[in-house]
């Protein structure tokens, strides 16, 4: 008899556990993608765990290219993205939403002797291409109106990211066709351009500002794209001295798009898991109030609405 009861006793132990595991499981939601849209999901984990306290996040970077497989695979329940979504991915199942926006910013060491010019004088779109696609410029005193030789050291990102697959769309490649020293993430490629006085790259915004601040991180300043391809950066061009002023840029269309652009958060089909569901429709409603403060772009609200109708 007491054999029977403590095998009772274990069967139900083995019961609870099970059901504990399954909702711990069920309130668990898992994210992996872009370094672009990290900070900004860490921001939204702590502040809905503040009204939900029995979810919990697990949260990594990794690239957009992690994010979208781990998503496709069912090993996560949201990928973050931070580029176009290829009609291959589409075909395999992705479904997502707009979240949030920033930009790719083209970044260059703070110490190097013609910053200055170049930041009067921009770059133009084909000048950028030349320098990151075609190899073309390889030294300063190749541009029009700057005759000092100084050679450029360009670096890329060698993972699979939003950050280069945005800044190539905009030179008119892909992120294979990017030359320069490859480096791994986001705040890998902005570290190379600080510690290398020729060194130039691309940045998403938040790595190349301070949030707290608004000032560009130490060691690393913004190259200024010359939209209207006049050889001076104009008064409206002129929206990178502080992280507000690239972000109204952004939001009042200012920028070109790319390289400005949405942000998703993605899975393999539309999520079932309710924590899930219920998460997005936050991020899509009270979430956006903490978007700014992020150092992020809000979306507008006929953009809120229509990621809304796709989760009701």
């Known amino acids: 008899m007491k054999t029977k009861s403590l095998l009772f006793i274990l069967a139900l132990a083995i019961i609870f556990s099970a059901c504990s595991s399954r909702k711990k499981k069920e309130q668990t939601i898992s994210l992996s993608g872009a370094f672009a849209l990290y900070p900004m999901v860490i921001k939204w984990s702590d502040e809905y765990k503040k009204e939900h306290p029995d979810v919990r996040f697990n ?40 979240v949030t926006k920033d930009a790719v910013i083209p970044t260059i060491n703070s110490g190097n002797p013609l910053f200055e010019t170049l930041k009067k004088r921009g770059l133009t779109r084909d000048e ?8 073309e410029i390889t030294n300063w005193n190749q541009l029009p109106g700057v005759g000092t030789d100084q050679v450029i050291n360009v670096f890329t990102r060698s993972d699979a990211c939003g950050a280069a697959a945005t800044w190539a769309e905009y030179l008119g490649g892909k992120q294979e066709d990017l030359l320069g020293t490859g480096v791994f993430g986001d705040p890998g490629l902005a570290d190379a351009v600080v510690k290398d006085i020729n060194g130039v790259g691309y940045n998403n915004t938040i790595y190349l500002y301070d949030n707290e601040t608004g000032n560009k991180n130490k060691g690393i300043e913004a190259i200024p794209i010359d939209i209207n391809e ?59 109030a903490f978007v700014q403060e992020a150092g992020y772009v809000p979306l507008n609200i006929s953009t809120l609405d229509e990621q809304l109708s796709k989760l009701n």
């Open 59 to 98: 949260i990594s970077a990794g690239g957009a290219g992690k994010g979208v497989a781990d998503a496709l695979s069912g090993t996560i329940d949201l990928g973050m993205l931070s580029r176009q979504i290829e009609q291959q991915e589409i075909d395999n199942g992705i479904w997502w939403v707009s």
């Open 128 to 135: 950028f291409r030349k320098i990151f696609i075609t190899g």
């Open 230 to 288: 006049n050889g001076v950066v104009d008064a409206e061009e002129a929206n990178y001295d502080k992280l507000g002023q690239i972000l109204d840029a952004i939001a009042a269309g200012k920028f070109p798009s790319p390289p400005a652009r949405d942000l998703y958060l993605v899975s393999k089909g539309k999520p079932q898991k309710q924590a899930t569901l219920d998460f997005l429709k936050w991020v899509i409603t009270k979430g956006q």
